[in-house]
């Protein structure tokens, strides 16, 4: 199951296939040695129930939603009624259990989506690694050879997606939880306007930075989902690359980038000057002011710490050691300190909405490594914290900023996947999706990459 929803619908409307196969298949994979990992709890009765119904409903002549009976997975730290929300967290297993879906599963649920079930994901979803200690890690398919990283914290949502289990994984971004998995595992994530979404249900990192969106095969297909979960769909409309005006940060962005990342952002940047675009460089020195910004402790950290103080107390020694060691960074934030990081950040964001309007999207690579090993990072507790601060830096300045993000891949065939990042101010979805459809179609499908993989 490696294609577009889009694909799948011609494929079910031509008779080729049916809601319910397509459930079963990836119900079956899901037990495989592949998928070890991937999910935290699989829903087979409610998701064949979901393609059946579907199935009936076509041989009545109804017009299905575009989710309709197409099997999607579910981020493990939104609330589905009847069950605790774990977060990928041990110390979550006694909670009570969610009186109601989150709104995001809801609207999903309303759309005819198949969920598959829950997928794994880093503790309290604090790391872009997406090591999990407890449930394990889910092994990133672009490797056959080596088991290297997911990306994290939406590590089972990808793979589930990478993996054909799912056509949607629902997840979350709070600084770069949707795109470094995308970027890793070769898909494309949609990180949208924070407010574009509701966030009821969703298990808490930071109520400043958290945002729920998704990741895909395409672009469109993201589009499809964000109109699912945001009630409403983007205006979107067709256009080319010819004059659109792509900014290339100089500060910050290209830092420690591995040569096979440079030389895949380069050929892709090379293709798009080619279909029309202006790619411009500009400073954007506004970039090396966000750690001090930021700080102390981090808006994450300060707002983690609040929400999990009492467990810390409790049940320390169930937490993930390195999400817990992050977590009590926030703990040195006066009430002071936590307003005025509030104040620097609006502060900053109107500056940098100054220098980036006058462009139609800002460019630069989502992630600037490939998929280190699980091993190496596993092994080395000053590893893993390098790679998260690299593999978060370029995604999060967009969430500081409350804008809206793309990854694509932009890799060659045969190669290890790498992203590249395509970023827009706060509201401005739409525009910043007009001009994702059409770098994909430059550059190539995800979808395209994967099944050629």
Request: hydrophobic share 45%; proline share 5%; charged share 20%.
């Amino acid at each position: 199951m490696s294609h577009t929803i889009s694909a799948l619908r011609a494929r079910i409307q031509q008779g080729d296939t049916c809601h319910e196969a397509l459930v079963s298949e990836a119900l079956e994979k899901a037990q495989q040695p592949a998928a070890r990992h991937v999910f935290t709890r699989l829903y087979p009765n409610a998701a064949l129930a979901a393609a059946r119904q579907a199935d009936a409903a076509m041989r009545t002549g109804v017009r299905l939603p575009m989710l309709a009976g197409l099997p999607v997975s579910i981020k493990d730290l939104y609330d589905v009624a009847g069950e605790p929300t774990l977060a990928g967290s041990k110390v979550c297993q006694d909670d009570a259990p969610a009186t109601a879906d989150a709104i995001a599963v809801m609207r999903l649920r309303g759309q005819g989506a198949a969920l598959v079930g829950k997928t794994n994901m880093t503790e309290f979803a604090f790391s872009g690694v997406g090591i999990n200690p407890h449930h394990g890690t889910p092994r990133n398919p672009a490797d056959d050879a080596v088991a290297r990283i997911p990306g994290g914290s939406s590590s089972g949502a990808a793979v589930s997606v990478a993996l054909g289990l799912a056509v949607v994984g629902l997840g979350s971004d709070t600084g770069g939880s949707i795109r470094i998995p995308a970027a890793l595992c070769g898909l494309v994530g949609f990180k949208s306007t924070q407010s574009r979404v509701p966030r009821t249900g969703a298990f808490e990192l930071s109520r400043t930075l958290d945002t729920v969106c998704s990741m895909t095969r395409s672009v469109a297909d993201c589009l499809t989902v964000d109109a699912a979960l945001a009630g409403e769909a983007l205006d979107t409309r067709c256009r080319t690359l010819k004059g659109v005006r792509l900014a290339l940060p100089q500060t910050l962005m290209f830092d420690g980038i591995e040569p096979a990342v440079a030389a895949a952002v380069e050929r892709a940047l090379q293709r798009l000057a080619e279909a029309g675009a202006h790619v411009e460089t500009i400073p954007f020195h506004e970039l090396a002011e966000i750690q001090a910004l930021n700080a102390p402790g981090g808006f994450s950290a300060v707002e983690a710490f609040a929400k999990h103080r009492e467990r810390l107390r409790d049940r320390a020694g169930d937490f993930d050691p390195r999400v817990a060691k992050r977590i009590v960074t926030g703990q040195v934030a006066s009430a002071a300190d936590y307003l005025r990081m509030q104040d620097l950040r609006a502060a900053w964001i109107v500056r940098a909405e100054t220098i980036l309007r006058p462009f139609d999207a800002l460019i630069c690579p989502t992630v600037p490594i490939v998929a280190p090993t699980i091993e190496a990072l596993v092994a080395n507790e000053g590893e893993f914290f390098r790679t998260n601060g690299l593999l978060l830096r370029n995604t999060f300045a967009v969430n500081y900023l409350d804008g809206c993000a793309f990854s694509l891949p932009c890799h060659a065939e045969g190669e290890l996947p790498v992203g590249l990042m395509l970023s827009g101010l706060r509201g401005d979805d739409a525009r910043l999706a007009t001009v994702a459809l059409a770098v994909e179609a430059a550059l190539g499908t995800a979808a395209d990459r994967l099944d050629a993989a």
